[in-house]
């Protein structure tokens, strides 16, 4: 299966093992991520005013694209941001024909978006494919690897763009289960990092950081696994702060479940785990998954 | 003793231009606060969501200009899941960042942040904060 792949700002730049390694589970599972040609950013985060069609038009240029230059129906993020600001604002033009008028009217130099694309992510699309086609493909199993699922916010709200029970996600643990992992569940697992907070506020993103993980330690996880850059930051670089802050703090290693995957699939020379802020190859050799 | 219910124009200023901009009924808000008991920056806000929205209603537009509510929501959504009459509050939340950022004030500021900073940052922090906090 072929399918449009949008990378976004971050997947080419900080988030490159996520990149890499979800293209090469998606190759061992039988799709080719075909990426779309001439995409721009999406600008990350959706606009919520009614009268701000400016800040719509990155995400509708990238869909207008894929409609006609690729001719396709659907396009796949692997970043949950990218997936969300694109998902709401299809479905903003989509339930108002006047403003997608308006719109294109203004990027004169695209042919006109009809509102035929689907934008999806890449959890959506590896579930279509089904967890036991997934087992088939595992060739080191994950054994006695505690999981810790992190959807955050985008993947599941608003509720009409959600991949999943909004409130109670499971995808990600169907897939890391087929991999042969445990999974643990923590009430953190849909609450917000603090996003772009990051930047302005960023003892309350230290803060956030220190209670998800310390939530996961303490529920007995080893490894948080998540889909999005920006989440990826605040949890794994930020603990370095939570750590300087903190005595006694614990570091726990955050990957991209991709990289997981791809590890369970015999693929670890596409993990890029050496790219990770928190080493997680002494755990992962210790649980004998890696050759020291 | 007389009592009137009701809100002059001067005090309707505010409450039209955030409804106007977010398309959300603020007056429909009765103060249940689970806006608030649901927002995981509730703990660094001045006043919580459901104050802020109760500030609107009155017209308390200074209130709220003190406040750092608007400018630590992070869009998660969750108060705008959680409320029971429907309110997209986050909406109303950058309703209130573009009153203020529509007037060519710009809360980040982006020579304030520091070169090693920027070397760390993800381009996913640096755009949705520059789309969130300057106009």
């Known amino acids: 299966m072929k399918i449009p792949y949008f990378p976004g700002c971050t997947l080419k730049a900080t988030a490159k093992s996520f990149e890499v390694s979800g293209i090469a589970v998606g190759k061992e599972l039988g799709i080719e991520f075909v990426e779309m040609p001439r995409w721009n950013c999406c600008g990350t985060v959706y606009s919520l005013a009614t009268d701000d069609l400016m800040h719509q038009l990155a995400p509708v240029r990238n869909l207008a694209v894929v409609e006609s230059d690729m001719e396709e129906n659907r396009v796949v993020s692997f970043c949950s941001m990218c997936y969300n600001t694109l998902r709401q604002a299809n479905n903003l033009v989509i339930n108002d024909p006047e403003k997608l008028k308006t719109i294109n009217e203004f990027m004169d130099t695209e042919k006109d978006y009809r509102g035929g694309v689907e934008p999806l992510h890449l959890l959506q699309v590896l579930g279509e494919v089904g967890t036991k086609e997934m087992e088939k493909r595992v060739k080191k199993p994950l054994t006695g690897l505690k999981l810790v699922p992190y959807y955050g916010c985008t993947l599941v709200r608003p509720e009409d763009v959600s991949i999943d029970d909004p409130r109670d996600p499971s995808i990600m643990e169907e897939i890391m289960k087929a991999m042969g992992a445990d999974i643990i569940d923590i009430e953190y697992k849909t609450e917000c990092c603090g996003s772009y907070q990051t930047i302005t506020n960023r003892d309350a993103v230290v803060e956030r950081t220190r209670k998800i993980i310390e939530s996961a330690r303490e529920a007995g996880g080893d490894v948080i696994i998540l889909s999005c850059p920006l989440c990826d930051f605040n949890l794994e670089d930020r603990q370095r702060e939570v750590r300087e802050k903190y005595h006694g703090f614990i570091e726990m290693p955050v990957l991209y479940f991709t990289q997981l995957m791809a590890l369970a699939m015999g693929l670890e020379d596409k993990a890029g785990f050496e790219g990770n802020q928190i080493d997680p190859r002494p755990l992962l050799e210790e649980r004998g998954l890696l050759e020291g | ?135």
């Open chain 2, 1 to 135: 003793m007389e009592l009137k219910i009701g809100y002059d124009d001067k005090n309707l200023a505010l409450m039209k231009e955030v409804e106007e901009i977010s398309g959300q009924p603020v007056m429909l808000c009765y103060q249940c606060g689970k806006c608030s008991s649901s927002c995981p920056m509730a703990d660094d806000m001045d006043y919580l969501p459901n104050q802020v929205m109760k500030f609107i209603q009155i017209g308390a537009t200074e209130k709220i200009l003190e406040g750092n509510t608007p400018w630590i929501c992070a869009e998660c959504f969750n108060c705008t899941v959680e409320c029971p009459k429907g309110i997209d509050i986050a909406a109303v939340m950058e309703a209130l960042r573009l009153s203020i950022l529509r007037k060519n004030i710009d809360v980040l500021r982006i020579e304030s942040i520091a070169e090693e900073e920027i070397e760390d940052l993800p381009p996913i922090a640096l755009v949705a904060a520059m789309r969130k906090l300057t106009g």
